[in-house]
């Protein structure tokens, strides 16, 4: 995509940007406000501090309290609205993980616009999985290092809980890896969104609330409240959204099938392919992440596949990766 620089300026942007970033990152930390910005500012911590170790409290509360909420259940009740809504938002935010976090972001495996990627970053960030930026760079420290010593959430070196979700909650893995996602810092609206990583999640919490208290005032006899629909549409389904993607970091590398001879342990699994709309398919995956699908097979399920062709056939994106025919060949099944 033109970015509206010349070559020589392009190959050097990124460079410019980690370091001014860096400038800035710096400027915070000695601020009078960073007590209060280190909540909300992801760029008020950690930044080319490969050293800061063990859990983050301050950052850890959130993490919990968003658990912790979900026992608000036994106070608000529940609709078929509220359901529905937990639902559809599950639906719609696991599909901008895969889709777009994932198989965009972090693989680029298809292309599409400014606008359209800039949407897809946004839906994704209303995941409540930090920014788009974050979530590519450790996917891709992931691959580089699949369950060897630097693998960032590898249940074969640290355990299941660590590579399930304690990772999340460390020093080390709070800031974004810039380094790994070069291609992507020189776009300042996901560099905003990946700073402000709470922002579209708040506004997604707001609004929930908000047409609870409408669907309360206007058509009581759905028995929908406002809090109801913050409890089920926000933090219900994003705990559970969260889970979800985590089973994928954690059992899809210790349990299934391997089609293929790959150096890590991924594996197979069509229950978790199912639960993750096809990224259950995780050994496909490791052997040849540039793929759109992940289901190599017409009977290996993959939502996801199913909706980025929707997309493609509506002109939203374009040039989807095949599965080159060599892989076919290499298959062992
Ligand atoms: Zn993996
Ligand atoms: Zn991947």
Not at 15 to 27: E, G, S
Not at 139 to 151: I, Y
Request: proline share 3%.
């Amino acid at each position: 995509m033109d970015i509206g620089l010349d070559v020589d300026q392009k190959e050097t942007q990124p460079d410019v940007i980690l370091r001014a970033d860096a400038w800035v990152n710096q400027r915070i930390e000695r601020s009078w406000h960073w007590p209060v910005s280190q909540y909300f500012d992801t760029w008020a911590k950690y930044q080319d501090q490969p050293n800061a170790t063990g859990i983050d409290w301050v950052r850890v509360w959130p993490f919990v309290g968003v658990h912790l909420a979900c026992l608000g259940v036994i106070w608000v009740g529940w609709s078929s609205v509220a359901i529905a809504m937990a639902v559809f938002l599950y639906a719609i935010r696991m599909f901008a993980i895969t889709g777009f976090y994932h198989r965009y972001f972090s693989h680029r495996t298809f292309k599409t616009s400014r606008l359209g990627q800039f949407l897809f970053a946004v839906v994704g960030n209303a995941s409540v999985q930090r920014g788009p930026l974050w979530w590519a760079g450790h996917h891709r420290h992931h691959h580089r290092h699949s369950d060897e010593e630097e693998d960032v959430h590898s249940p074969h070196r640290d355990g299941f809980l660590w590579s399930h979700v304690l990772w999340l909650t460390t020093r080390e893995h709070f800031s974004t890896d810039r380094k790994a996602v070069k291609d992507l810092i020189v776009y300042p609206e996901l560099r905003f969104l990946d700073r402000f990583d709470m922002v579209v999640p708040f506004l997604l919490a707001i609004g929930l609330y908000g047409l609870g208290m409408v669907l309360e005032m206007y058509v009581p006899s759905l028995g929908t409240t406002g809090l109801q629909m913050l409890i089920w549409g926000f933090f219900i389904s994003t705990v559970v959204l969260l889970h979800a993607t985590c089973t994928i970091n954690s059992l899809s590398h210790q349990f299934g099938t391997r089609r293929f001879d790959t150096s890590d342990e991924s594996k197979n699994n069509g229950w978790l392919a199912l639960l993750t709309f096809g990224e259950g398919w995780h050994n496909n995956h490791h052997y040849y992440p540039g793929s759109a699908r992940q289901g190599f097979y017409w009977w290996e399920i993959d939502v996801t596949f199913y909706g980025l062709w929707v997309l493609e056939k509506l002109g939203v994106i374009w040039d989807l990766n095949a599965v080159p025919e060599r892989v076919y060949e290499g298959s062992e099944k």
